[in-house]
């Protein structure tokens, strides 16, 4: 399988809690320069289905673009409010 990115917006309320989630947008991109150039003219967007996918619960605290290898070697979970962890190749409106 070849490589992909995914945006990825880390979920957090370090006041409460030291821990804390990743809300993944499901769209792959081809390098990480394509991801971030996604993410950083679609900030403002992506934190804000985070935030309504959260439920207005948890505050994003960072976005970034992660490899898909690097996503599986940190074995992350999906959990009851991100996307889904198998991204869509075809564009996906934001």
């Known amino acids: 399988m070849e490589p992909f990115f995914l945006p990825v917006v880390i979920m957090a309320n370090f006041a409460i809690a030291p821990d804390f989630d990743v809300w993944i947008y499901p769209k792959q991109f081809k390098s990480g320069e394509e991801c971030v150039e996604f993410a ?55």
């Open 40 to 94: 950083r003219a679609n900030q403002n967007a992506l934190f804000h289905q985070a935030i309504v996918a959260y439920e207005f619960k948890v505050p994003p605290q960072n976005l970034l673009c992660f490899s898909s290898k690097k996503l599986k070697e940190m074995d992350l979970k999906p959990n009851p409010y991100s996307t889904d962890i198998e991204a869509k190749k075809e564009d996906t409106p934001i």
